[in-house]
RNA sequence: GCCAACGUAGCUCAGUUGGUAGAGCAGCGCAUUCGUAAUGCGCAGGUCCAGGGUUCGAGUCCCUGUGUUGGCUCCA
């Protein structure tokens, strides 16, 4: 007999290898609604678990993350149910429980079409009222494998040859399913509701390339009603911020079909730009950087020597001049390296920070296009710093700093991954050691969080990723900080010290904004296009309220334009109520509006695009403070 | 690149079982001169993504290409 505590300290005996989800049930009703993972001494584990010895065991209920999961990973074995039911013969690969929902991998004749979803949901409905119990058996390898074979389900035979040597191999049952799993899972199909099926995709088998292209299905499922409909309206409000319907609906941006992945920048787009420019000139200049310029057409030698001809040629455009081939830069560095080596450099020279606004052409797969969030043509906010490698420690916690104070200033939430070497890598290991390791200790010295991840490093060195989290939590890799171990080997970079004689210097390759298309994409979102008055392209409108009133708009707007506000004119013959309307569907800041009484009174009507009508005040008083609002970079 | 869906006016979208196109908004004109999110009337606007095919006849059906969207893979 073994005693088992449960959460509220009531404590009781059982035979030993009483599975959890009995042991928690025998106590009664206040655990009878729990599902169904279960922790059994602050450890994880499926509620089917045997218990063996003396332990605390609590069921984790709908709300806890991990019945979450086992609720999700439940619908998902329902949809793969439904499924088999309306399409008989069809294959399950796997259906695990993802972030915000789970998915199911298939392979079948039948394409799914939209309609087909409706028609599947249905089943689910019938499968979650037949309240069919899950139950969980084990079988031994060989048994398993004919046993799923048996079943036609060639993808789960793979699956379980793959296993380790002693791996259990468990299957989960409701009604006639069967399917190969881990578990952990609710007990019954009555219990989990508002399944909802999501949208069609393709997906390979394994995720590789090169085998065959299944159909997933995917879909969400909450215990509770209203938190299904308040994620399907979250969908909706993010996609009402989608950048791509913003950069349209504001005149920032567009893409034309003549260039797929290729954005055009329209008036006030460019404004954003090179005001989100002028700001990172300045904080750079803040840091220590000079600024440099090279070219977007060099010579295949160029990138043979950078080893980018075969490590990066797939995504290159080439060309030929004068009968010698050339590429379309894909990257700056190589005309960093050589603007680095058109003059010698003493260690008093370093570090040197040298940053270029690169304008750089990859060719991405066509189907990875999205906005400007994956473009084929992107301006790189790049630097090289180069230094010795006793500088490097504290050149990374310095980019580091100037990163996160860049990112404040927008109010971005950003997590940090260290990337490993990979397997193509260039380089001595121990060289990649020595690297990583003084990124990890940079880090640390920063006190920021990070997480690893392994061999997914650039082949010239390891990095430091910085994703940034959009409105729908997406997250999108912007800045990075390379550590490059290459370059200056191959274009053999010195420095003379202060012994006289030739060193190596060591080499950082960095971007802040990643590219300054990506940042801007991303900001939109995170702003839902109303951006701070120092950012906004427009950031005051001026309305007159009549004809009559015309030219002391006019003077308030040049009166403003003299201060450099960014001011656009709305004089029509139309309405005040339709002018504030287009002009808060712009998401301008500010509108100043000038009637009769404003004429009379010497003063403007200022209108908050936050706040509305906030009353009138003498224009000076309103330049003094919107100047204040922009200097400061201020966010509302 | 792969799987799927889609492509009709500047934008958002209708367009029945094939019988050569419509609405709202935007634009332009006229009237109106108005007080904090839509004034009224009128006019104009389309190689129905492109190229083939089926048919007496194709926006509609089939094929190919292309672009977009959602994923996969890849990545700033």
Redesign the pocket.
């Known amino acids: 007999m073994i005693n088992i505590t449960f959460p509220d300290g009531s404590r009781r005996e059982f035979e030993q290898g009483v599975t959890a989800l009995d042991a928690a049930s025998s106590i009664g009703s206040r655990l009878k609604k729990a599902t169904l993972a279960a922790e059994i001494d602050g450890e994880r584990r499926d509620a089917f678990a045997p218990i063996g010895k003396d332990c605390t065991l609590k069921l984790l209920t709908f709300e806890d993350e991990g019945g979450r999961w086992a609720y999700r990973h439940t619908a998902s074995h329902m949809l793969a149910q439904a499924v088999k039911r309306l399409y008989p013969g069809t294959k399950l690969a796997i259906g695990p429980a993802i972030e915000n929902g789970f ?1 199911y991998d298939f392979d079948t004749e039948h ?4 309609e087909d979803l409706a028609l599947i949901e249905k089943e689910i409905e019938k499968i979650e009222k037949e309240e069919l119990a899950v139950s969980r058996f084990e079988l031994p390898r060989e048994e398993a494998i004919a046993y799923v074979e048996k079943r036609g389900e060639p993808y789960k035979a793979e699956l379980i040859r793959d296993l380790p040597e002693d791996a259990v191999i468990s299957f989960y049952q409701q009604g006639e399913f069967v399917d190969l799993c881990a578990g952990p899972h609710a007990d019954n199909t009555g219990k989990v509701k508002n399944i909802k099926l ?7 088998w394994r ?3 090169k085998n ?5 299905i ?1 879909g969400t499922a909450f215990e509770k009603r209203a938190a299904l409909d308040e994620y399907l309206t979250r969908i909706e409000e993010a996609k009402k911020r ?1 950048h ?2 913003l950069g ?2 504001l005149g920032l941006f567009m ?7 290729f954005p055009f920048f329209l008036p006030k787009g460019m404004v954003l730009k090179n005001t989100l420019i002028e700001c990172w000139r300045e904080a750079h200049k803040r840091y220590g950087y000079v600024e440099i310029s090279t070219p977007i057409i060099l010579s295949r030698q160029l990138w043979e020597r950078s080893g980018h001809w075969d490590h990066y040629k797939n ?1 290159m455009y080439t060309t030929v001049i004068d009968e010698a081939d050339y590429s379309i830069k894909p990257m700056n560095c190589p005309g960093g390296m050589l603007v680095y080596k058109a003059e010698p450099h003493s260690y008093r020279d370093l570090p040197l920070r040298m940053a270029e606004l690169g304008l750089v052409h ?1 060719h ?15 301006t ?1 906010d790049d630097a090289h710093i180069f230094m010795t490698w006793e500088q490097m420690k504290d050149e990374i916690v310095s980019t580091v700093r100037l990163f996160d104070e860049m990112y404040s200033l927008f109010g971005l939430k950003y997590k940090i991954e260290l990337s490993t070497m ?1 397997e193509n890598h260039m380089g001595e290991k121990e060289t990649w050691d020595f690297a990583t390791e003084t990124l990890k200790q940079a880090i640390c010295e920063t006190g920021k969080p990070f997480e690893i991840n392994e061999g ?1 490093g ?1 082949f010239y060195g390891p ?1 430091l ?3 940034l989290e959009d409105s729908i939590g ?1 997250t ?5 900080i ?1 550590l490059d171990m290459q370059m200056p080997e191959r274009f053999e970079l010195e420095y003379i010290g202060a012994d006289g004689e030739r060193h190596r210097p060591v080499m950082i390759h960095r ?1 802040l ?3 300054i ?3 801007i994409g991303v900001i939109t979102e995170h702003f839902a296009g109303a951006f701070p008055t120092w950012l906004a392209p427009v950031q005051v409108k001026v309305l ?6 015309q030219t002391a708009a006019e003077n308030v707007a040049r009166e403003l334009e003299k201060y450099n506000v960014r001011v656009e004119r709305d004089f ?7 002018k ?3 002009a ?2 712009q998401k301008i800041p500010y ?1 100043l ?8 009174g010497g003063v403007v ?3 908050s ?1 936050k706040k ?2 906030v ?2 005040m003498p224009l000076a008083g309103f330049i003094r403070q919107i100047n204040d609002e922009i200097l400061t970079r201020a966010r509302d």
């Open positions: 998915y394409t799914f079409a939209p999501m949208s069609l995709a393709g997906a390979y995720g590789s390339e065959k292209m299944l159909q997933r995917y989608d791509r319907k349209r609906e893409v034309a079909d003549e260039g797929p992945g995504n990859r991405e797969l066509s189907g990875a296009l999205h906005g400007l969030f994956r473009v084929r043509c992107f790189q990979p997914d650039a990095k990723d910085f994703h997406r999108w890799q912007c800045g990075t390379q971007a904004f990643g590219s298309e990506r940042f007159a309220m009549t004809d009559r009133n029509r013959n139309e309405k005040i109520g339709f504030i309307r287009e808060q569907m509108m509006i000038v009637g009769d009484k404003e004429e009379e009507a200022v209108r695009r509305g009508d009353g009138t």
